[in-house]
């Protein structure tokens, strides 16, 4: 089972990324989605989830209208397109299985991350 974050990099305010998350071993869309970030100093909040029963998405308030979860079932693969970032989007980003996209376990170890930094 591994979970292998990638796309994140140095842009500057108001730029966009698309980061990837790619799931083996087993099949990501049994389970609802997220995506998670963690800045320097900060607890892990969640940023994104895409559910697995209707593919329902929710996002946290700070990005929402600015950021987008998708998945390719085919490619096992989760999406986060980032648009107008933001210095306070600067983070770790990671992804995870979880039982739900509401308070819902998050299933397994986390990944290594995809560092995103936004400049000013």
């Known amino acids: 089972v591994q979970l292998v974050e990638s796309g994140g990099g140095l842009v500057q305010a108001g730029g966009s990324l698309r980061l990837s998350c790619a799931a083996s071993?087993?099949?990501?869309?049994?389970?609802?989605r997220g995506w998670f970030r963690q800045a320097p100093g900060k607890e892990r909040e969640a940023v994104s989830c895409?559910?697995?029963?209707?593919?329902?998405?929710y996002y946290a308030d700070s990005v929402k209208g600015r950021f987008t979860i998708s998945s390719d079932n085919a490619k096992n693969t989760v999406y986060l397109q980032m648009n107008s970032l933001k210095p306070e989007d600067t983070a770790v980003y990671y992804c995870?299985?979880?039982?739900?996209?509401?308070?819902?376990?998050?299933?397994?170890?986390w990944g290594q991350g995809t560092q995103v930094t936004v400049s000013s």
């Open positions: 895409i559910s697995s029963s209707d593919g329902s998405t």
């Open positions: 071993g087993f099949t990501f869309d049994d389970y609802a």
């Open positions: 995870a299985p979880r039982s739900s996209c509401h308070g819902g376990v998050i299933f397994g170890s």
